[in-house]
Every structure is written in structure tokens, then in C-alpha cells.
């Protein structure tokens, strides 16, 4: 299970690979909101660990945009010297699911960190099938008969949310809201870029029993289409 962790202080960094890397967490750490908001755009994690004071700023940014941006639903522990009710309550509020105050209960972090990676396991374990598609939300993979169909972290969240609304018209304006959580004054191409992709990887055309009809002006809706073989 990959770990990011927001963390600027030594000591604190050195008590985190003492206490994950025996129980085989492959952690990546940053001391920086911005380097990691950047790692996130590229890379897949499957729990992060917050800091609250960071040199740039406070975790609050990085977990606001988190819960903006990010298509799957990380579980995320903010760890902080704050015990003030009113900061747990408003750090819960904006997303965490756990709080932590640093102290010198090293193996009590160590156990919440545990029961949200074993949550995250347990709902991560499910394979979606769709025909000849199965999609492991866990890896972020799509197989096709076996074969991986190689699909990027945003198109595999668009993909998915495809099948999740089968048969639904989805405008253009609305998948760019849900998938980059940005506003539609970003240029809308961007989705039919990363749609024109998912059709050639997942063979989603004309041609086949699952396609992408475009409505053009408008947006796109997957379809099954139910083959009559000739007689």
C-alpha cells in the first residue's frame, strides 16, 4: 500500500519510516503543500497522512483540494500538535476522516493509520464487470480479456464514471466538473481528448456491442448495444 505523507520535520519523518517501513508501506514524503499537490496530479496514492504546518501554508489548503480534485475517495489523517475541539471538529468537517495529535504515542498513530489502510482495502477489493470490462478500482485498471487496456489515472476515472452512468447523456461541461473538479471556464476539449483516448483503448465504437455516441454540441453517452448475429 503506497503512503503520501505531508511532512517538513526530520524527526517526525524519521518516527514515520520507523514505524511503517517494518509493515511494508512504500511511503513518499513531501515537505511542501505545493511539491505535493503537484505529486498528486500524477501519482496514485492509496492513504495520505497530513501534517498541519507546513513552510507554505496549512494542510487545510492541500485538503480542500484534495476533495475538489482527486476522483477517488482517499482516506486521509491530519496529524497535528492542535487538541482544540473546535480545530478537530472543523479539520473533520473538511474532509479528514481521522485526527491525530502528535505525541509520544508513536504505536497509536501507527494503529490509525492500519484501520484506515485496512477500510481503504476493504472497498477498494471490488472488481466491476461490464462485459468483457472489469475494472479494479483498487490498481485503477481496466482489463479486457485479460489484457490491461494501459489507461491513465484521469481517463480510468472517466471511464468509469462511463459505465456508472450507462445510457445517461452526459454534457461535456458536467464531466469536467466531475472528473478534473474544475469550473467550465477550463476548455472542454480536454474532455474530448481524453475521450478520443478511451474509445481507441477500450474499442468503445460504432464497431462494437459498447460505444461512446457523441452528441455533438452537447457531450456523450455510453451505450451497450445488444448485436443481432446474422443468421
Not at 486521509?76 to 472543523?90: A, G, K, L, Q, R
Not at 472517466?158 to 447523456?169: D, E
Not at 459498447?210 to 448485436?227: E, F, N, P
Request: proline share 3%; glycine share 6%.
Amino acid at each position: 500500500m503506497r503512503l503520501g505523507i505531508l511532512e517538513d520535520e526530520p524527526t517526525q519523518v524519521a518516527i514515520y519510516e520507523l514505524l511503517l517501513s517494518p509493515n511494508r508501506y512504500q511511503c513518499e514524503f513531501f515537505g511542501t503543500i505545493a511539491s505535493f499537490l503537484d505529486a498528486l496530479q500524477n501519482k496514485k496514492f492509496d492513504l495520505l497522512v497530513l501534517d498541519w504546518i507546513l513552510p507554505d501554508g496549512t494542510a487545510g489548503e492541500a485538503l480542500k483540494w484534495i476533495r475538489k480534485n482527486l476522483d477517488w475517495h482517499i482516506p486521509i489523517i491530519c496529524v497535528t500538535s492542535c487538541n482544540n475541539e473546535s480545530d478537530v471538529v472543523n479539520v473533520l468537517y473538511m474532509g479528514a476522516d481521522d485526527y491525530f495529535v502528535k505525541s509520544s504515542r508513536h504505536f497509536e498513530l501507527l494503529a490509525r493509520i492500519e484501520t484506515l489502510a485496512r477500510r481503504s482495502r476493504e472497498k477498494q477489493s471490488v472488481i466491476l464487470q461490464f462485459g468483457p470490462y472489469e475494472i479494479d478500482s483498487e490498481n485503477q485498471v481496466i482489463v479486457i480479456d485479460g489484457k490491461n487496456a494501459g489507461l491513465t489515472q484521469k481517463e480510468f476515472a472517466l471511464a468509469c464514471y462511463l459505465f456508472q452512468n450507462m445510457n445517461k447523456l452526459l454534457s461535456r461541461i458536467h464531466l469536467l466538473e466531475k472528473i478534473w473538479g474544475l469550473s467550465a471556464e477550463i476548455d472542454t476539449r480536454t474532455v474530448d481528448t481524453h475521450i478520443s483516448r478511451i474509445r481507441n483503448k477500450l474499442n468503445l465504437t460504432a464497431r462494437g456491442e459498447w460505444d461512446i455516441l457523441t452528441i455533438y454540441g452537447y457531450g456523450y453517452r455510453l451505450q451497450h448495444v445488444k448485436v443481432i448475429e446474422p443468421v
